[in-house]
Nanobody
């Protein structure tokens, strides 16, 4: 059974930084894509960054230049490094992955940016 577990969320002041992590575990043959999404209170879930199987990373315009998606040193782990955070970045951040043709989601990690 495949699981995605996010970690690294918390409360940070405006202008601060956080690094989120996502670890995929279970019976995994291949990961075709992994991504980070977020959902702010009262808003729809939106794409933050996505790493495709081609190695291309796409970012939402709102985070370009501030967020960096990277692979972890541990297999099947990815990170989202976030800097220069603003209150508009406050949201529940979800990790998503297409594993063996099936889309999986984590339960999310909460990021709160205080003004």
């Amino acid at each position: 059974q495949v699981q995605l577990v996010e970690s690294g969320g918390g409360v940070v002041q405006t202008g601060g930084s956080l690094r989120l992590s996502c670890a995929a575990s279970g019976s995994i043959f291949s990961i075709n894509a992994m991504g980070w999404y977020r959902q702010a209170p009262g808003a729809q879930r939106e794409l933050v960054a996505k790493l495709t199987s081609d190695g291309i990373t796409n970012y939402a315009d709102s985070v370009k230049g501030r967020f960096t998606f990277s692979r972890g040193m541990v297999k099947n782990t990815v990170h989202l490094s976030m800097r220069n955070l603003t209150p508009e970045d406050t949201a529940l951040y979800y990790c998503s992955a297409n594993i063996d043709g099936i889309n999986y989601w984590g339960k999310g990690t909460l990021v709160t940016v205080a003004s």
